[in-house]
């Protein structure tokens, strides 16, 4: 059974890098057709699609939050990465990774995303 | 890129009652449309893909359909369970895939 969890420090300083690792267990993150993303959710408010990354490397990343993010896979550690660079108290956030499944219906492929990790909470303050 | 608006944003019903939210996105996504469940502390969860296709495992009173740009999600007849915030995304060609606002569905 695929879990994914996430990790990364809880608090970080404004200005600063966000870092955090997904890791991938019950499967392996370069399996063919599945993307991979983070998703972030504020205090109070709704879901915030980050960014996903295909299991060939191909990225894309919300045109709000590009020149800032960075998403990456390990493939050695089979690891989901994310780097969110000037930080602000706008980024403080739950930060969840999840799997895209391609999944059929007819002739066609359609993706979800259908596993998540639990979420990490990370403040942004001094 | 395609932007996506839910309504209502909140809710209020009773066990037993038949609910519908509604996910408008801002140009033809065909059936490219998810919907999700989110419990409070909890990680969302995959009801409907590709507009109406029931995701394994998830309560057959739960149901989707549209295509072009509106899509609904009906709740044939509410349980306990069901008080959770609801989020639609698009999954329409390659990234970005961007989420609704949600709607919260709350006990009257």
């Known amino acids: 059974q695929l879990q994914l969890q996430e990790s990364g420090p809880g608090l970080v300083k404004p200005s600063e890098t966000l870092s955090l690792t997904c890791t991938v267990s019950g499967g392996s993150i370069s399996s063919t057709s599945y993307y991979w993303g983070w998703i972030r959710q504020p205090p109070g408010k709704g879901l915030e699609w980050i960014g996903s990354i295909y299991y060939s490397g191909t990225t894309n990343y919300n045109p709000s939050l590009t020149s800032r993010v960075t998403i990456y896979l390990d493939t050695s550690k089979n690891q989901l990465s994310l780097k969110l660079s000037s930080v602000t108290a706008a980024d403080t956030a739950v930060y969840y990774c999840?799997?895209?499944?391609?999944?059929?219906?007819?002739?066609?492929?359609?993706?979800?995303?259908?596993?998540w990790g639990q979420g990490t909470t990370v403040t942004v303050s001094s | 890129d395609i932007q996506m608006t839910q309504s209502p944003s909140s809710l209020s019903a009773s066990v037993g009652d038949r609910v519908t939210i509604t996910c408008r996105a801002s140009q033809s996504i065909s059936n490219y449309l998810n919907w999700y469940q989110q419990k409070p502390g909890k990680a969302p969860k995959l009801l409907i893909y590709?507009?109406?296709s029931l995701q394994s495992g998830v309560p057959s009173r739960f149901s989707g359909s549209g295509s072009g740009t509106d899509f609904t999600l009906t709740i044939s007849s509410l349980q306990p369970e069901d008080f959770a915030t609801y989020y639609c995304?698009?999954?329409?060609?390659?990234?970005?895939?961007?989420f609704g606002q949600g709607t919260k569905v709350e006990i009257k």
């Open positions: 590709a507009a109406s």
């Open positions: 995304q698009q999954s329409y060609n390659t990234p970005p895939w961007m």
């Open positions: 999840a799997r895209h499944a391609e999944m059929a219906k007819g002739y066609y492929y359609y993706y979800g995303m259908d596993v």
